[in-house]
């Protein structure tokens, strides 16, 4: 059982930077893919971005070119980099780690831009 641990979120203008840390209680080099979703109100759970075991990375398409994704392996975490923030933006942004047989889910944080 891996626990991950989402933080970093918090409000943010418009035009701003953040980075979101999620912190995994076993080796994310274990991991076939990991990667950050997102849930606003009005809307289902979406993909926001992700990395697989290989290093290839895909990204939603209202956020290519804003967010990067990356992980420390040496501290099992992975890192959201989020610029250039628009309104849009907003919701509670989960971590995500699946191998091929288990799917692990952090409790999310809040991320909220204003216009």
């Known amino acids: 059982q891996v626990q991950l641990v989402e933080s970093g979120g918090r409000l943010v203008q418009a035009g701003g930077s953040l980075r979101v840390s999620c912190a995994a209680s076993?080796?994310?080099?274990?991991?076939?893919?990991v990667g950050w979703w997102r849930q606003t109100p009005n809307k289902q759970r979406e993909l926001v971005a992700r990395?697989?075991?290989?290093?290839?990375?895909n990204y939603s398409d209202s956020v290519k070119g804003r967010f990067t994704i990356s992980t420390d392996n040496a501290k099992n975490t992975v890192y959201l980099q989020m610029n250039s923030l628009k309104p849009e933006d907003t919701g509670i942004y989960y971590c995500n780690a699946a191998t091929g047989l288990y799917n692990y889910w952090g409790q999310g944080t809040q991320v909220t831009v204003s216009s």
């Open positions: 990395m697989s075991s290989g290093g290839f990375t």
């Open positions: 076993g080796s994310i080099r274990s991991m076939n893919v």
